[in-house]
């Protein structure tokens, strides 16, 4: 087995992302976002912890750096199952297709292939859209001289969640399972509404950047 | 010296991120941003080039690919720059203040760090700047299997150069030098507007994402 994305230097990742490799792509590369989001948020609240300054919040600062935590660690695993989904996929297209057995086996396969395909970057995406409320809480009651990093964190996510809500559009579009798809299709507009707006709100928290929408 | 952060991996970056360490921060993470998003377009890029359905614009996207190859090496070496700018702005806050003169020299000092602070995420925000015509390029004339991820590029892209600016502003605010912070504030509100402008208009090109804005 290939060498784990998550375990390639920074420099190689994105080396390979420039690549015509088939992966990593797009899909990997907003759940790495959605990993450093997370990370951003939890730095914010692990400056603000111990702090004589911000006494009154260090408990809440403690279950929010625990919360952002364990969405980094999620989203670093992202990275790597958004490239293996793919693979399935792939193998169907190199099913047989000679007899109407097998075109029906094929396009079985290649339909829970799609439906793979479609599923890691949304689970990428719910859990990337999760990072507001820790981007939120530190940019609005964290230490103030990281805010900027809270206000990256809220960008980041945004990147996330919409970049992995593309990869899995792109997927909807051929599978045939309807039911399915109008559930996916409910779940990406609640999706993007709450990135696209938590952002805007959390940008309009500092004035650094309240201007910029 | 320290290992540097482009030679960390994926999930070390993004662990040492998450902690209450100096760095790397939301700067890094800009310029990390701005290495993937020109990643990304010179994916696209190289994902055309060599295909006979592609053939016409077979040229162009080499120049693509060229130029995406050398903002992503840019933009990577800035991951560590941004780190070590930090630095001589903390090397000036431990210098001595007894005498008038060593509090001059320390004032003169800090407001040289703060100078590189804010010098090394403008040419991160200008760097991460020029992707999005690579970006677009990909977007409107690439291979369309792989439009999702020329879209991401823009995405991140603009988390880069508006992270990026964040960390220009933030080190404004202390500087001193009149003329220094007017042509730094031009060329933000310059970036900032490109950013917006430009990232809006490559979702636009999709029928994915023309609904987002």
Redesign the interface.
């Known amino acids: 087995m290939a060498e784990l994305?998550?375990?390639?230097?920074?420099?190689g990742?994105?080396?390979l992302?420039?690549?015509?490799a088939p992966a990593p792509?797009?899909g990997s590369?907003?759940a790495?976002?959605g990993?450093?989001a997370?990370?951003?948020a939890?730095?914010v609240a692990?400056?603000t912890?111990g702090k004589k300054k911000y006494e009154e919040v260090e408990d809440e600062m403690k279950v929010l750096a625990e919360k952002?935590?364990a969405l980094?660690r999620e989203l670093?695993e992202d990275?790597d199952k958004d490239s293996s989904s793919f693979n399935i996929y792939m193998e169907a297209i190199g099913m047989p297709k000679d007899t109407e057995e097998q075109k029906e086996a094929r396009k079985a396969k290649m339909q829970e292939g799609l439906k793979a395909a479609a599923k890691v970057p949304m689970e990428c995406a719910e859990t990337a859209a999760k990072i507001f409320e820790i981007s939120e809480a530190v940019v609005a009651k964290g230490n103030t001289n990281?805010?900027?990093?809270g206000?990256?964190?809220a960008?980041?996510a945004?990147?996330a969640v919409?970049?992995a809500l593309?990869?899995v559009?792109?997927n909807l579009g051929s599978i045939k399972d309807e039911a399915f798809v109008a559930e996916y299709t409910a779940k990406i507009e609640k999706l993007?509404k709450t990135a696209?707006e938590e952002e805007k709100k959390i940008l309009g928290m500092s004035d650094?950047?309240d201007k910029?929408?």
């Open positions: 994305l998550k375990n390639m230097t920074v420099e990742f994105a080396d992302t420039a690549s015509d792509g797009g590369v907003s790495n976002a990993a450093l997370a990370a951003l939890g730095m692990n400056l912890i952002a935590d980094r670093i990275i990281a805010v900027t990093d206000l990256v964190s960008m980041m945004r990147t919409i970049g593309l990869n559009k792109i993007e696209i650094l950047s910029l929408y």
